[in-house]
């Protein structure tokens, strides 16, 4: 229950920011917003403030901003979103996915201040750290790791009674136990499990090993008058990194009609959600930041029915000259919501799945 609510709150907080982002555009260049609603329809609770309805709905997975003329209608009123140049259409289309970054850097910069836990191998000038340690970076297939069920993540607090902070010391104790089985304790979330495995000579290297791919991770913390530069850097390093996980996503989906074992729907993010509180708030602090990153990524693919979007088709006027059909526009749109929200489910059931075989 306390997971649930935790990632509520952290959907609320997203949701939030990416909407307020369009509300906030749409009034300072005049044009008018009838209602801000949290969660999708039926509504469940709303109040009026001047021309806006405030509300709040039953399905909590989202949020919308409804302006007066998106449909194209009353494009001959000033205050109507269809009467507004291109540019200013552009600007309140791309004023969430741009509130959603600014968040992100927001949160690294505090974060930074008192610490956040990042790999220490290339780290800024300035930087101080903290509270090493090594965490499973990944996995290999059929490797002694996978067989004990080690999980990218996991954090490794001992082997038989010792601790590491270095991940040659640890690489080397593993190839000099060959055939001897090892007591490995990590901590994965709010929970500390302990297993016995044996390393064994890998395909991969050629040297004895448990077929896990290590990276030393530490408290990392600048000065006050750097945290701000570290958060933006940080945000856009972290962007480029996730579009070209998302290119490669759509690129298995198109080409082989798969989706990616990494891709997680509502459910996989509430488990990782839970799992970065319990480990503490700068975890938590931290993933906010980067689900704040995901979620302006996502919305700005050139997808149908998605901010990228419609984002599209005011490039396509501004190159013809005029626009698409209004209602050749909103059936695309129409389409690709329907097809975005049959993926969000197929991805739903199949993180039941893994949590419930897990």
């Keep these: 229950m306390l997971t649930f609510l935790i990632f509520l709150a952290v959907l609320s907080l997203l949701v939030f920011v990416h909407e307020f982002g369009h509300f906030m555009a749409a009034r300072r260049l005049g044009v008018e917003v009838e209602e801000f609603g949290f969660g999708f329809p039926p509504r469940l609770w709303g109040i009026k403030r001047g021309a806006t309805i405030f509300s709040v709905n039953l399905i909590p997975l989202g949020g919308f901003v409804k302006l007066k003329g998106e449909q194209g209608e009353n494009a001959d009123q000033k205050d109507s979103f269809a009467s507004q140049s291109i540019a200013r259409r552009a600007l309140i289309v791309a004023a969430g ?25 290339e780290l800024a000038a300035g930087a101080r750290v903290e509270e090493r340690r090594l965490v499973i970076g990944a996995v290999a297939e059929e490797s002694p790791a996978a067989k004990a069920e080690f999980e990218a993540g996991d954090m490794i607090l001992s082997v038989d009674g010792q601790t590491f902070d270095a991940e040659e010391v640890l690489r080397d104790y593993f190839q000099s136990h060959e055939g001897l089985a090892l007591a490995i304790e990590v901590q994965r979330g709010d929970q500390k499990i302990v297993k016995a495995v044996t390393p064994e000579v890998l395909p991969q290297t050629g040297q004895p090993g448990l077929g896990v791919y290590l990276v030393l991770v530490g408290r990392v913390s600048y000065p006050w008058y750097l945290a701000p530069w570290r958060g933006l850097e940080t945000t856009a390093d972290l962007t480029v990194s996730i579009v070209r996980v998302f290119g490669g996503v759509l690129r298995d989906l198109v080409t082989r009609g798969q989706i990616g074992e990494d891709v997680s729907g509502p459910v996989g993010i509430a488990v990782l959600t839970g799992r970065a509180a319990a480990l503490g708030f700068s975890y938590l602090l931290q993933l906010v930041a980067v689900l704040s990153i995901n979620l302006a990524v996502i919305n700005f693919l050139p997808i149908p029915a998605l901010d990228g979007g419609r984002f599209i088709f005011l490039m396509i006027e501004r190159a013809r000259g005029k626009p698409v059909s209004r209602q050749a526009e909103n059936i695309i749109h129409q389409v690709g919501f329907v097809l975005l929200l049959a993926l969000v489910i197929l991805i739903t059931f199949r993180d039941f799945f893994r949590v419930f075989k897990s």
């Design 97 to 121: 996915v741009l509130m959603n970054f600014l968040l992100a850097a927001m949160l690294f910069s505090i974060g930074f201040v008192g610490g956040l836990p990042q790999e220490v191998s």
